[in-house]
């Protein structure tokens, strides 16, 4: 018995995802999972530093994440995974040389980066940083140059996750960034007390080894071996060709990220844990829900892009799933932003200002996730259709837009942090914008309208559900009573209401926590509801669903020409 339940569990480690349901399942459960732990990890760091020490800290990633996200990331996203898929079918042998090759290439323009951007860190963060000085550039100087060596083994981890997701093994692959996450709460509680934000640091590479440890065993096992050779074969000039408008795409990114820590450090210290704070909370309904449809309907896109009426389709479809499920959860995050914020982060040290101005930033990003989820959906579109100069052209253009807007934002107007936020949105916005037009150029007959009835509906629903959701807060909420907060204090009547009867001391975190799940369960309710009387057709496919899983415990089979393999990206959700 113990070795028929042993045999078993390997088998679901080691077996391939055949379909699109079974891999989309596995990638979401894998976010769900990878983002609640990261929200543990940032809890656990504002519970131990305060946020003008943490903004040090996620200062130092800066350097390291520039050159790993240009220099591997560019190229797995769009290249490597096509390639040695392809390669596959040519034979093991050359598929394997050609991974070898490009861990080893990888690795030698890594480290001689890392070593020349080390040695002039001090320099380099004097500008990318100004707001940093002193004792402070020196700590976020010491910590990047632990955070380089964990990058180095991201490296070859990436690797090996292109190799096992072109093999079909989703699971593995998804499962590494837990183990991440895991190593920087271990590195935070156990390292901290002694040795203050070096420890998260070295949490950061013993998470980073565990993320490549998680992978290696069961990519060695299908025919991965490390070996000292280098050869430019075709298939890694192949590899180089496709992936360079995708690296021009993720370094212009990467200067709005920089952009983005060098007007934060401008304003205060505190002001980049603010901003990434914020940033953590709005990705979860962004990467569960937008990046895990896009890549499910990414195969079927592809197979469907000779048959241009099924592909318009298929992409109306699923912008069409993307906003009835994000488009709620922005909602959430705009009218909760103050409980989530105090939820999430509020540790003694994490003051009431922190909270208003992280619970700023959460909103004013929540008014762009609808578009960053369908700009996902709307870029792997274009690559289905063998186009990856467009879509890059128009994300360069809107992170140019967004710089702009960082500096009048802040420079300009002096706005806080959340200008930041606000200057993002806006270019992600035209950023899905711009896909639509151009999509609607090669399609004839998909147009930003064509998904407009649909998704007014949901922003009708989503009017009345925050609307109810602000104003159950507010009457149940001990607080805004006793403050005379919000529209309760201009209403003379509420002087003489007994309001201790009903209402809950949101001081208490349970009491917090409950008023929290109840309005959000019932805005929930009502979103659903109104969805129903305007007769939304996502509405009902995603009622027959919860009822085919819930009630009749099961869910459709999948058709048979959808059992092919899912050409992921190796992102993580970090």
Known sequence: MVNKIISKGKEIFVSPQTGVLSAASVIMLMI??????????????AHFFAPSELSLFFAAFRLPDLVFEVLVFGTFSSAFIPVFTKTLKKGEGLAWSVAASVVNLGLIIFVALSLLISFSASHLYSFFAPGFTGPDRETIVELTRVLFAAQGFFVVSYVLTGVLESLRRFLVPALAPLFYNLGIIFGTLFLSPSMGLLGPSLGVFIGAVAHFLIQLPLAMKLGFRFAPVIKITDEVKKIARLALPRIIEVSFLQVSKTAELFFASLITTASYTYYTFGN???????????????????PTLSREAEDLQKFKKTLTSAVNQIVFLVLPFA???????????????????????ATVQTGWVVSTFAAGIVFQATASLLARAFYALHDTKTPVVISVISILLTISLDYVFIR??????????????????????????????KLEGFKLRSVLIPVLKVVLACLGSGAF???????FDRSVWVKRLSFLG????????????????????INLLLLTLVVSLLGALVYLGILVLVRSNEVFTFLNLAKRIIIKRKISPIPQKEEESLALTPKEQL
Do not use: C
């Open 32 to 45: 769900i999972a990878s983002r609640f732990l990261g929200l543990v990890r940032q809890r656990v760091l």
């Open 280 to 298: 953590s909370l709005q990705l979860l309904p962004v990467a569960l829900f937008g990046t895990a449809i896009s890549k499910a309907a990414l």
């Open 331 to 353: 909602t959430l995050l705009i009218v909760l932003r103050i409980p989530l914020v105090r939820l999430v982060y509020g540790t003694d040290i994490f003051s009431w200002d």
């Open 412 to 441: 300009a107007l002096g706005l806080p942090v959340w200008g930041l936020a606000a200057a993002f949105s806006i270019g992600v916005a035209l950023q899905s914008i711009g896909y639509f037009y151009f999509l609607g150029k």
């Open 469 to 475: 959701m602000y104003i159950l807060l507010k009457v």
């Open 490 to 509: 201009r209403i003379e009547a509420t002087k003489v209401i007994p309001f201790e009867k009903f209402v809950l001391d949101t001081r208490y975190t």
